[in-house]
Structures are given as C-alpha cells and as structure tokens.
C-alpha cells in the first residue's frame, strides 16, 4: 500500500523584526518532527514562508522611511538565513507577498463569494482627519469593548487578548498623530463563519495534533461565533477582487501563504500540491498558542468554504518566558537567535536540544542563561558527549578497527525499547519524551561503561574488554542515528568517527540496531563542549542591561509620575557659613539652614562665587538624596544650580528656610 504523503507547516514569521527564542520554540520541534518521520521512511514535504502584509508592517516601514516591500525583503532574508543555520531546514520558504499567493489569494476569495460565503455591509470606520486616511487594525488605538484595557485595532493585546474588528474599539485615536479618530461609514466584506458551526463541530473532535488546540477551539466554537471582516481600506496587502481601495486581511493571505508555498515547492520539484490542499493528504500545521483560534476555526472554515480540504492536525506550542518574565521585546525580555546567540558562535545544536527536552511541547518555558548552561553541561556534557567520547576513545586506544562479534541481547534490546518508545513519542507529540528516551539510553550506556571499566579489563582479558567495547559502539551506533533530529550537526560529526563518510540523515533511525560498520576508525574529538561561567554570566549579563535600558526608555517615554516628584524633598535653605576646602580648588563646604536642622553641603562652585559671599544667600537644595563623600567630607544635600557657571536658584521674594519647593 502506497504511504500518504504529509505536509507539515510553521506559522508564518511576521517580516517586521528579527527572529528570537519565542519563534523557535515552534520550528525546532517541527524540524525535529519532520527530520525524525522522514528517518522512520515517511514521505514529508516541510514548507514555511514569511508573512509579510498587514498594518504592522506599513507602520514600521512609515516609521523607518522604506517601503512595506523593503522591509519584508529584509526580515524575509534574515528569516531564511536563521533557519538555515538552526538546522531548520524547509523544502521551500516563500513570502506571502509573492505572485502566487496574491492569485491564490484571490481565487480562494471569489471561490467564497460564488459559494455565497461573503457579504457586504456598511460599517462605521475610524478616519483620521489630520492625517486624512482610514484607519484600520494598527492604526489604531484605544479601550477594548469586552475589558476596557488600552488596546490596538484588531487585538486587545494588553487585557484579555481577543480579536477587534473594524469598529469595534472605543475611544479610537491615530496611532500615528494621536487625534481623535472621526467615525466614517464605509462598504466593507464579511466572512460568514457562524454558516460554519456545525462544520466545525464534527471537524474538530477528529482534529489531530496537541489536545490545547483542539480543546481551546471546541470551547469556542461552543461559546459563539461571529462573521470575520475579511476587507481593509490600505494599500499594501492583495486587492480585494473587484475592489480597487481595499485588500484581503492579512488573516486571510496569511494561511493561504500555506497553500501557495506548497505550489511553489511543487513548482520546483515536479511535486503534487493538490494532493494536500484538494485531495486526501495530511497537513499537519505548527504553530504558538497564541494563533490556535485562526488556525483551528477560521481557516478550516475558509478552506471547507472554497472547497480544499481542512487540516488534519494542529500541534500548538506553550509560550516562552524570559527570566521569569512574561516574554516581551519592548521590555527587554527576548532572546535574539542571531545577535544573542548563532552570532557569539554558540552551537545552534545545544539551543535544540535545550528548546525540545526544556518541557512538554504544550507547556510553558521558561528560559535562563543559567538553566540552558545546566542543561548542557550536566546532560550533554556529562552523559551524553561523555559515553560518546570514552567509547570512541578506547576503541581507538585499544584496538584502532571496530572489534567483531555478537552484541550482547540486552544492549540490542534496549535500543529496540527505546527506538519504540521514542517514535511513539513523537507521533503523540512528545518531543521531551522522545529527546529523554535518547537521553536514558546514553545514561544506561554510561552506567555500562562504568561498571565494565573496559580499561582496566583490557589488562587482564583483553576478549572480554573487546565485548564490552563492542557493546558500547552499538550503542553509540543506535545513539548517533537518533540524536540527528534533535542535534544534526553533533550527529554527522560523531558518525564521522564511526567511519562513515555519507550522511548520517542519508540512514534510518531503525539501523540503530544493525551491526555497527566494521573497519578502523579515526581518533575521536569530543562532541561537546562545556559552558564556563563567564560565558553564562556574560550572556546573563547582556540581558539584564536590555531589560535595564528597556526600562529608561519607558520611563523617558512616558516620564515620571506626580507621585515620584512628590518623592522629591526639594527646598530653600539660607547658608549659615561658607569655607573654602583645603587641597580642592572648585568646592567649598557650605552649613545651611534647611528650617528643621542644619546640613554640610559641598559643592562645586568655588570658581564662579567668593566664597565669602555665598553667606546670607536663600537658595534651593534637594534633601532626601543619599549622602555623597565628596573629596573625603559628607554633603547631606544637594544645591540646584543652572548652567556651566552654576547660577545658584533662589527664590524671588522672601520665604522662611525649610520651604517646601512644589
Ligand atoms: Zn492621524
Ligand atoms: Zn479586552
């Protein structure tokens, strides 16, 4: 019987930044997945592209003065070149701003309306009247209908996180000016999801993949559903069939994006889109949990709707936190894969391995410096690399070739275990499972060769340390087969050692258990390498500085609070006594009356005052700062002055010292 093929897909990365950990928390696993089920002898097409409409981008490229095409074609290449060296490999990666998607795009629309699936209504639009244009999804800002928190057009993204449509936000102001926004009636285009109920009702219970997906959209489903606006009035996007102001919302193009880079990789391969998209190929699509309520409702509904056929899974990823922290760009909180990672030459391997066995895939991670350089010293270091090398090195120290024989039945059925347990963990989505069944076969391997100690055995029975080794390399056999999902880089360079000269990726996980090749073998390298303090504090350190200048942003962003300045113990004082300070030609030590007490202030006036002169003078000093030793004397204030000549403040008319400044 012929195999079904399968299609598996990422969620498209939006071109309007670069990537970071939060993005590959999705397609390390899907890469994984793919590699893995291509090594067990399935047919898998792995297809991803960047996401490149939408009112995000228009702003940023406004912003920045380059066009929304520019600026996609720039996050489009850094994308690719990440992936890329990330081990992320996609049979083809496409933009959704290219010319087969903006037709399939729109033969996919006028298949819905011929079907009686979309509808035109008026609507009320906010319209900037300074800036004299619509203002649609990231164009604007403020109160969400359903929580009342600060929120953008198309999200409630600081409250409770649901979806706006066109008209829906209170309070609505330019983004872009900060006017209030007019409300203007305008023809728009609706989707008619609630049609889609019941479809979705005995889709879904069927749906594979990870069981947060499927459960979150039945919930919803349930709960109730509403028509999609599927128009925006922009520029930048694909035109609306027959309407020459609006295009297709990016929700739309986007997924469509996963057909299109299917044609397009059959395009270049002789390969059948159609069987995927029309027929009965399995489409399996990665994506965050933040994006299960578009992938699992909408877009079956959009393909049922225009007659392709629906996905067949959605695996849906937790999200990840930073330090503890909510993941966030603005507030410092991120992990860049290329300037905080691939670029200080950090091993893309290590990450994958981290990102796979941190946690269940559904659940939240949650990153530190400190944890990953754990992970790779105490598992990869320690267990694995160790077994690796130490098998590897005596052979060669020993015997120099591969020594023959039987393996012992209890090896080989371990491997057989494990190779069972770690594909059914795959196929249920359990990538920790399966990166911790390969990890518990190096352990028992370590422990083996431990208790064996085939270095000293080698100098009383040489045969019998020739079967423990022999043992040892059928497991880093079966090891080496296995970890190329997970570390493709690590695995070709420890089949290298095993004598190989094709590919590791070129063999199936399943000749784990077949006999390891026969011949001499090179001298080994370590396969790992540990991570030194430094380093981590290095990392760790670079990231605090982000989060630190992150937040003197927002606070010169958005300035202090009446309640800090209120923090402030600013008052007048009159100085009682004034003296030069020996050995220090700019500062003179002045005694002022701050109206409850006396204080030593030492500033650095001297050149611009007599000093004789500053006595009697009212003049202004801030009180609660912590003291300063100023070349060896305290100063328990500190006096306001302005300017390079320091013109001392005083107040214009009379007040008692001690006054408070407000
Ligand atoms: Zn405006
Ligand atoms: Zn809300």
């Given at each position: 019987m012929e195999k079904k093929p399968l299609l598996v897909t990422c969620g498209l990365p939006y071109t309007n930044g670069p990537c970071h950990l939060g993005h590959l928390r999705t397609y390390v696993p899907a890469d994984f997945y793919v590699r893995f089920l291509r090594r067990a002898g399935e047919d898998v097409v792995f297809v991803c592209g960047s996401d490149n409409h939408g009112t995000p981008i228009v702003v940023m490229a406004e912003e920045q003065g380059v066009t929304p095409a520019d600026l996609s074609r720039k996050y489009h290449a850094h994308f690719d070149d990440i992936f890329r060296r990330m081990g992320v490999l996609f049979d083809h990666f496409g933009m959704t701003d290219g010319e087969t998607n903006h037709r399939r795009t729109r033969s996919l629309v006028k298949a819905l309306q011929d079907h009686g699936y979309v509808y035109s209504q008026v609507i009320q639009q906010s319209y900037c009247p300074v800036c004299q244009r619509s203002l649609p999804d990231r164009y604007v800002e403020g109160l969400c209908p359903h929580c009342g928190a600060l929120a953008r057009g198309d999200e409630c993204d600081q409250g409770c996180g649901k979806h706006l449509e066109p008209g829906e936000i209170r309070k609505p102001k330019c983004r872009i000016c900060g006017t209030e926004a007019e409300l203007r009636e305008q023809e728009h285009y609706?989707?008619?999801?609630?049609?889609?109920?019941?479809?979705?009702?005995?889709y879904l219970p069927d749906l594979g993949g990870t069981s947060n997906a499927r459960n979150y959209a039945i919930g919803w489903v349930k709960d109730e559903l509403h028509d999609w606006c599927i128009t925006r009035t922009l520029e930048w996007g694909v035109r609306f069939p027959g309407k020459e102001d609006l295009v297709v919302y990016v929700w739309v193009d986007a997924p469509i994006g996963y057909i299109s880079f299917t044609e397009e990789w059959a395009g270049k391969t002789g390969g059948d889109w159609q069987r995927f998209w029309c027929r009965d190929g399995d489409i399996i699509h990665f994506i965050g949990s933040d994006i299960i309520y578009h992938h699992c409702i909408f877009w079956p509904a959009l393909l049922s709707g225009a007659g392709y056929h629906p996905p067949s899974a959605v695996v849906a990823s937790g999200m990840v936190k930073i330090d503890d922290q909510k993941f966030s760009k603005s507030r410092g909180y991120v992990v860049w894969t290329g300037e905080d990672y691939l670029d200080r030459g950090l091993d893309p391997d290590y990450l994958r391995y981290y990102l796979l066995s941190y946690t269940s895939h559904t659940k939240e991670l949650n990153f530190s410096?400190?944890?990953?350089?754990?992970?790779?010293?105490?598992?990869?270091?320690?267990?694995?690399?160790?077994?690796?090398?130490?098998?590897?090195?005596?052979?060669?120290?020993?015997?120099?070739?591969?020594?023959?024989?039987?393996?012992?039945?209890?090896?080989?059925?371990?491997?057989?275990?494990?190779?069972?347990?770690?594909?059914?963990?795959?196929?249920?989505?359990?990538?920790?499972?399966?990166?911790?069944?390969?990890?518990?076969?190096?352990?028992?391997?370590?422990?083996?060769?431990?208790?064996?100690?085939?270095?000293?055995?080698?100098?009383?029975?040489?045969?019998?340390?020739?079967?423990?080794?022999?043992?040892?390399?059928?497991?880093?056999?079966?090891?080496?087969?296995?970890?190329?999902?997970?570390?493709?880089?690590?695995?070709?360079?420890?089949?290298?050692?095993?004598?190989?000269?094709?590919?590791?990726?070129?063999?199936?996980?399943?000749?784990?258990?077949?006999?390891?090749?026969?011949?001499?073998?090179?001298?080994?390298?370590?396969?790992?390498?540990?991570?030194?303090?430094?380093?981590?504090?290095?990392?760790?350190?670079?990231?605090?500085?982000?989060?630190?200048?992150?937040?003197?942003?927002?606070?010169?962003?958005?300035?202090?609070?009446?309640?800090?300045?209120?923090?402030?113990?600013?008052?007048?004082?009159?100085?009682?006594?004034?003296?030069?300070?020996k050995g220090a030609k700019k500062l003179v030590k002045l005694q002022v009356d701050i109206g409850d007490g006396t204080r030593q202030v030492i500033a650095g006036i001297a050149e611009f005052y007599p000093v004789e002169s500053l006595v009697g003078k009212d003049i202004v000093v801030v009180v609660n700062l912590k003291p300063a030793k100023i070349f060896g004397l305290e100063s328990q204030a500190m006096l306001l002055a302005a300017g390079d000549r320091a013109s001392l403040l005083t107040p214009l008319s009379p007040v008692p010292p001690g006054t408070k400044i407000r």
């Open positions: 609706f989707f008619r999801l609630s049609a889609f109920r019941d479809m979705l009702l005995s410096w400190q944890g990953f350089a754990e992970r790779v010293n105490n598992e990869l270091v320690s267990t694995l690399g160790n077994f690796l090398y130490r098998s590897l090195y005596f052979t060669t120290q020993f015997f120099g070739t591969v020594p023959e024989g039987p393996v012992d039945p209890e090896v080989l059925d371990h491997i057989q275990k494990t190779l069972d347990g770690v594909e059914k963990a795959v196929r249920d989505y359990e990538f920790k499972g399966a990166v911790d069944g390969m990890m518990a076969l190096a352990a028992y391997g370590n422990t083996y060769i431990q208790n064996q100690a085939p270095w000293k055995l080698v100098k009383t029975d040489r045969a019998a340390a020739e079967a423990v080794i022999r043992n040892c390399l059928q497991l880093v056999h079966a090891l080496t087969l296995l970890m190329e999902p997970v570390m493709p880089g690590v695995a070709e360079r420890a089949w290298r050692m095993l004598g190989h000269a094709d590919p590791v990726a070129a063999h199936g996980i399943r000749e784990g258990l077949e006999p390891v090749k026969a011949g001499a073998l090179p001298d080994p390298a370590p396969l790992f390498a540990k991570m030194e303090s430094d380093q981590v504090k290095g990392l760790d350190d670079l990231l605090k500085k982000r989060v630190k200048e992150a937040k003197m942003r927002e606070q010169e962003r958005t300035g202090i609070s009446i309640e800090e300045f209120a923090r402030l113990d600013i008052r007048t004082a009159k100085v009682l006594s004034a003296e030069p300070v």
